[in-house]
């Protein structure tokens, strides 16, 4: 079972950036944006020591957490080599300039 | 392989297959150079160069007792001490009058041979073979020389250097050279005359040399593989080589050039009875060879020396003595020059940031087959943080894989793998062509990736909004969370508050408005810094703009603890309270810092002021360190109290406070404008040279104004950040998403009301 949560207009979302959406009694999602306006979603959650990948730098599909520069791809959410690991993924959707995320219910 | 067809363009195999090419790659190596006397089919005479002969040597060691080893190069040495240590009355032959003469001098080969034979082995040299002559048994039994004389040998190894194996390119009609034993000819792209037909290693001469270590190879095989794959950058250029021989207790090393000539100056250390001979060639104030015997510990630095062509000029003096010795004075090389790696516990720990001891690396760089530092930190980690174990991180490579390591030549090593440009041509083209954004930058400069990655982009950013303030456009998305969130993110992802302390002053008002925005916001830890100001750890991000704005209500500004900027600027109480004081050292310090408010630098910028020679602000440690006395104020630059602790070098004296502002002003400025991305100011300094910093800020009063008016443009209007957030401003930043409607909750129906036709079809069911 899931949900598809409405969440906002691409715009709100700074490209090469991203937003946080926090959830009750889990951990929060990071959502981000590419440069050409593929929005993925992680939880905010570096697989190497709990780092807020939110905070990283983007580039390509790939975030750089913020704390000791793992790399991970947002496509996968899996660590780049020679590290590993992996972050959960959530779908995602942009319909008509809106940012759409599947959770589970 | 039997056949290579160039017009048909295809390989035939002894089988019959056939291969069609486009394009082609030889790598048929080489094979051993057998004399060719009589008797060189005898049993009992091998070469050295694969696992059969190393058999047929472990075996001739159990059944005889006479060995000749032919040839005193690298390999035949290393063949010889082993025979010997399995217990064979070795003699080693060699043509000429000095042993492993393409890697030592004269001096240094009979010390090496000395050492050798007090382990047991017997050297004839000189000696020509004339033939190898059957013993009653028919295998070998004795060697003769030209001039008469002659040997026993139960085994014969010849080790008298490879032959480039080029007769399949050799029948194909392929230029090969007569010099260097008839390697197939490459050009600097790795071409040979048939430009479809590339070769690389040990069959192919390039420029005249045919090389017989691994480093060159990697290198000629970096350059062919850019160039098959159709991605012309680079060319091979010859390499210079280090070796290093593998007998146990013997420690030589070589690398470059160590002839005599015109031009060529020699620093000898020989101390023959202490078995210690070192002996480094200089040419035009470079190091262009060195030869080390007994003590080959610094090996690796003299390689980088040499292969970096620094100029040794300013070190020249203690060259000789060593990296230790030399960088304990001037240079940055952290624990580097501290520690001997090779003679360090395999549980020791070189990389203290991450934890890696030397065992772990020494096995990744075995097991894995690594072979640079960059490879090193992929897969260790070791030296990914800070950086200060570099160097040893490095003498691990040179010391585990010998002369296949290279050195990484820093002056042109690029900022990333996104980018074959090094940081100077980075900052040179942003200027030259007024480029003001990051795209233009990767487009005219040819990044490969089509937006960088966490090393490049911040590099970019600085440089760009550094070369064309308030012209060029400061990309948020490109810099480091702390300098996006104008706060220090922490390990559990809260953030630090520092409020700016001018000189370190604060009032009872300000440390109400502190106190009360720690209660307020539940700051669980409130700490005292180290730059004479209160850190606010542990605030949580979506509260920063409320705290901001509570903080600034009080007059408070951003602290910039969190930037590549000025952070403090330190003072002791001077002259307005100290007995001692001869300097207003506070007011100095609230000068300076209201100078600078807002300057982003390479990397973070600390000062201090002292009102007297006591030095309680701790000058001589900062980027920039003023020291009252009685007739004005001394100027000290490039301090450092971090990695490695680097004393600040004094600059100049000055008479007043404004010259203070001037010259401390110009020298930031030229950091500012000249430094490397991350680059410290002592570490700028030491690549630049001190002389030339003088020359710039003491000596040239003119060019010291306009830094100095640079300076004040760039930092001109500079605005607090924090107030700017307190307003509204970058929002997003610090604003969590909430989820505004549930569009369904059961993915099998349409969400939303179906108010959104083209979604629902979309969606996964």
Sequence with gaps: MSAWLKLCPIEEIPALGSRVMPRANRPSIAIFRSSDDVIFAVEDVCPHKGGPLSQGIMHGNKVTCPLHAWNIDLTSGEACAPDAGCAKTFATRLSEGVVWLQVDA | ?765
Excluded at chain 2, 437 to 453: F, L, S
Excluded at chain 2, 647 to 676: H, I, P, T
Aim: glycine share 10%.
């Design chain 2, 1 to 765: 392989m039997v056949k290579l067809d160039r017009v048909a363009r295809q390989v035939i195999a002894d089988d019959g297959t056939v291969a069609d090419y486009d394009r082609l790659l030889l790598a048929t190596g080489s094979l051993p150079f057998m004399l060719p006397v009589p008797g060189k089919e005898l049993e009992g005479v091998i070469a050295y160069r694969d696992i059969a002969d190393t058999e047929a040597m472990i075996a001739a060691a159990e059944n005889h007792k006479h060995a000749v080893v032919i040839g005193a190069g690298l390999l035949g040495l290393e063949a010889a001490n082993g025979l010997a240590l399995r217990g064979m009355d070795v003699t080693v032959v060699h043509l000429l009058d000095w042993i492993m003469e393409r890697q030592l001098d004269r001096a240094g080969a009979e010390m090496l041979q000395a050492s050798l034979e007090s382990k047991g082995l017997k050297f004839l040299l000189g000696k020509q073979t004339e033939m190898l002559i059957a013993s009653d048994s028919g295998r070998v039994g004795c060697v003769r020389f030209k001039d008469g004389s002659e040997v026993a040998a139960d085994l014969v190894v010849m080790a008298a250097g490879i032959r480039p194996n080029s007769t399949l390119a050799h029948a194909a009609g392929l230029y090969c050279g007569t010099r260097a034993g008839g390697g197939v000819v490459v050009s600097d792209t790795m071409q040979t005359y048939d430009p479809r037909i590339y070769a690389v290693g040990e069959c192919a001469a390039h420029r005249g040399t045919v090389y017989g270590l691994v480093a060159p190879l990697f290198e000629q095989a970096k350059v062919c593989a850019t160039h098959l794959a159709e991605f012309g950058i680079g060319r091979y250029q010859g390499s210079v080589t280090s070796t290093k021989l593998k007998v146990t207790g013997v420690d030589v090393f070589s690398a470059g050039n160590f002839g005599t000539g015109d031009g060529l100056e020699d620093i000898i250390l020989h101390d023959k009875n202490g078995g210690v001979y070192k002996r480094l060639v200089i040419e035009k104030n470079k190091l262009i060879g060195a030869v080390l015997y007994g003590d080959t510990a610094d090996g690796s630095w003299y390689f980088q020396l040499l292969k970096d062509q620094t100029d040794v000029s300013a070190i020249r003096d203690s060259l000789m003595f060593g990296d230790a010795f030399t960088n304990n004075q001037i240079g940055d090389v952290g624990h580097a020059g501290n520690n001997k790696a090779a003679a360090m516990a395999d549980t020791a720990e070189v990389c203290g940031c991450n934890g890696v001891c030397k065992g772990t690396i020494v096995k990744a760089i075995r097991e894995q087959g690594l072979f640079t530092l960059d490879d090193v930190k992929k897969q260790t980690k070791a030296s990914s943080s800070c950086g200060s174990c570099t160097g040893l991180v490095e003498q691990l490579l040179a010391s585990t894989l010998g002369g296949a390591f290279t050195p990484t030549n820093r002056s042109i090593k690029p900022i990333c793998a996104c980018t074959d440009h090094t940081h100077g041509e980075v900052r040179e083209q942003i200027r030259a062509n007024k480029l003001l954004a990051i795209n233009a930058v990767m487009q005219t400069m040819d990044w490969k990736t089509p937006n960088g990655c966490a090393t490049c982009r911040p590099a970019l950013n600085y440089y760009l909004i550094s070369t064309w303030p308030h012209e060029a456009q400061d990309d948020p998305q490109s810099r480091y969370i702390n300098e996006r969130a104008h706060a220090n993110i922490q390990k559990d992802g809260t953030y630090s508050v520092v409020p700016r302390m001018w000189g370190g002053l604060t009032t009872p008002d300000e440390l109400r408005a502190i106190a009360n925005v720690a209660e307020k916001f539940s700051i669980p830890t409130v700490k005292v810094t180290g730059g004479q100001r209160i850190d606010l750890l542990g605030a949580k991000k979506a509260d920063l703009p409320a705290i901001w704005s509570d903080l600034g209500a009080a007059g408070m500004v951003s602290g910039h603890a969190y930037g590549k900027s000025l952070r403090t600027v330190k003072t002791c109480v001077g002259n307005e309270h100290c007995r001692f004081g001869t300097q207003a050292a506070m007011s100095m310090g609230v000068k300076l810092e209201r100078m600078l408010f807002g300057m982003w630098s390479p990397h973070k910028v600390k000062l201090a002021v002292s009102g007297c020679p006591r030095n309680c602000a701790e000058a001589g440690i900062k980027d920039v360190g003023v020291i009252g006395v009685d007739s004005g104020y001394e100027l000290y630059v490039a301090g450092n109290g971090g990695i490695k602790t680097e004393v600040a070098e004094f600059l100049c004296k000055v008479k007043n406070d404004d010259e203070v502002m001037e010259y401390s002003a110009a020298y930031l400025q030229l950091y500012r404008e000249e430094g490397w991305y991350l680059e410290r100011t002592v570490h700028f300094t030491q690549r630049v040279g001190m002389d030339y910093v003088k020359r710039r800020i003491v000596d040239d009063e003119v060019g010291r104004r306009e830094l100095r008016e640079r300076l004040l443009y760039a930092v001109q209007g500079a605005i607090d950040p924090w107030a700017e957030r307190a307003q509204g401003v970058a929002s997003y930043e610090f604003t969590p998403l909430v989820a505004n409607a549930v569009a369904t909750a059961v993915s099998t129906t349409n969400m939303n009301g179906a108010s959104d036709e083209r979604m629902a079809e979309t969606l996964p069911h």
